[in-house]
């Protein structure tokens, strides 16, 4: 028997066996479930409103009848993120990843966070899990960030380029990473890929003209654009873009063409989009074609051997030549037109070596380029690499018409009719005082060939 003495002695010693003795954890209600959406419900309203505090008890109390939710776990942990508790975010992201271990959306978030303010390794560990639990590009993308961000070799991204890829949104990001890793050509083909899929969208409009217009990239972007545009009556990114980099060429009459298509479907131009068209319908108005005298003479080796060649005087032409090549080995300028003094007296057998030692040691001279283009287009030569060196040149100097047109008749050449007549209609463009352009432009357009 316990005395009376003994309970009030205990009673005001605090000691009693009620607080030694843990009490156990409350069973969940048979409601657990439901509350427990109830709770995060109101918790992600409470985050729109702004209540992060409010929030954060909600979605405790969420986790509570549903510990096992990654649902609620990441929600937390991006509730901590906007305020700014960065450790405590990391420390949910860790704990949702190990309880739900095969959620593919957590690993995701958590290789994000991780990577932007945690451990790097740890982060890069968790996208690697993602992209195998299902969650492939995301993941893919991040990883590829960061090895670029870090200055590493992208590792991905030339498999993941192999791939067809239909989702949007995959389309968008890749053509982005593609263009900073330097394979512009890659990243515009991906945004030409976006504005086929959906012509409406012009948010493709400005990334696809930086991507041609500051990594050499014109000559993909403009045609690609132009097949669209020609292909669906309805787009409305494709014309924008013919505009643009139409006008940026120098091709006032294709931009205004492009850019009134654009006006007519959709209304009011922009401000910048409408002082680009009336930019180029005041510079395609007819012009006087009086022709100013020629400058006189200048005395430098270079401007005689030009004037020497015109002439026809092959052997001033040399000696300007001579001249200029002891003072400056190996100069572009006198190099090439030597290739031409070849080509003009000797014939294309004698310009092609020529030309071949000046693209030796001025690999990207667009004049160079486009000059061995032409004579494998008229030898029956290596047409395709004629291609490739034409494109080369017209994305380093694409006013040119000269390059437009040898782009053209290699592209006719080769089969590719549509596009050549595409190119050959630039070039007379640019050129229009040309009266070779607008002959070949003619005999493609009629299926004919050399």
């Not at 508790?85 to 992201?93: N, P």
């Not at 063409?257 to 922009?270: D, F, N, Q, T, Y």
């Not at 100013?292 to 030009?306: E, T």
Request: with cysteine; glycine share 8%; aromatic share 4%.
């Amino acid at each position: 028997m316990v005395s009376r003495a003994s309970v009030v002695a205990m009673m005001l010693c605090g000691c009693t066996s009620v607080y030694r003795i843990p009490a156990p954890e409350p069973k969940p209600p048979a409601g657990a479930p439901t509350q427990a959406l109830s709770m995060y419900t109101r918790g992600m309203v409470m985050i729109a409103a702004g209540d992060l505090e409010g929030a954060r008890k909600n979605l405790q109390q969420a986790r509570v009848y549903d510990p096992d939710s990654s649902a609620i776990l990441l929600a937390l942990a991006r509730l901590e993120m906007t305020a700014g508790d960065i450790g405590k975010a990391l420390g949910l992201y860790e704990s949702a990843s190990s309880i739900v271990s095969n959620d593919a959306r957590v690993w995701l978030e958590r290789g994000r966070i991780e990577l932007a303010f945690g451990d790097a390794e740890t982060g890069r560990r968790a996208l690697l899990e993602a992209e195998r639990l299902g969650e492939p590009w995301q993941a893919r993308a991040r990883l590829i960030s960061d090895d670029m961000r870090n200055g590493r070799r992208p590792r991905g991204l030339v498999q993941w380029a192999g791939r067809t890829v239909e989702d949007t949104m995959e389309l968008r990001v890749r053509a982005e990473l593609r263009v900073k890793a330097g394979d512009v050509t890659g990243g515009i083909a991906d945004y030409l890929a976006l504005i086929k899929a959906r012509g409406a969208d012009r948010s493709t409009v400005g990334p696809l003209i930086k991507a041609a217009q500051n990594g050499s990239g014109v000559v993909e972007a403009l045609l690609g654009a132009e097949r669209i545009m020609n292909d669906d009556p309805n787009s409305l990114a494709a014309p924008m873009v013919v505009g643009v980099l139409s006008s940026w060429i120098g091709d006032h009459r294709a931009a205004v063409e492009a850019l009134e298509r654009v006006e007519i479907a959709a209304g009011p131009l922009s401000a910048p989009m409408q002082r680009l068209l009336d930019t180029s319908r005041s510079t395609s108005a007819p012009r006087s074609t009086a022709r100013l005298p020629p400058p006189p003479p200048l005395g430098d080796p270079v401007s005689r051997a030009v004037y020497a060649v015109e002439a026809e005087d092959w052997q001033a032409a040399e000696a300007a030549i001579r001249e200029g090549l002891e003072a400056t080995e190996h100069d572009a300028r006198l190099m090439y037109i030597r290739s031409q003094v070849a080509l003009k007296r000797d014939g294309e057998a004698a310009a092609l070596r020529e030309v071949e030692q000046l693209l030796g040691h001025h690999p990207d001279y667009s004049p160079a380029l486009n000059l061995w283009a032409w004579i494998q287009t008229q030898v029956g030569g290596d047409v395709e690499q004629a291609k490739s060196r034409t494109i080369r040149a017209i994305n380093h100097q694409p006013r040119v018409g000269a390059y437009w047109d040898t782009l053209g008749w290699a592209l006719h050449l080769l089969g590719d009719h549509d596009t050549a007549r595409l190119c050959l209609a630039r070039a007379a463009r640019l050129s229009p005082t040309d009266p070779t352009i607008s002959d070949r432009l003619q005999e493609c357009r009629q299926g004919e060939s050399l």
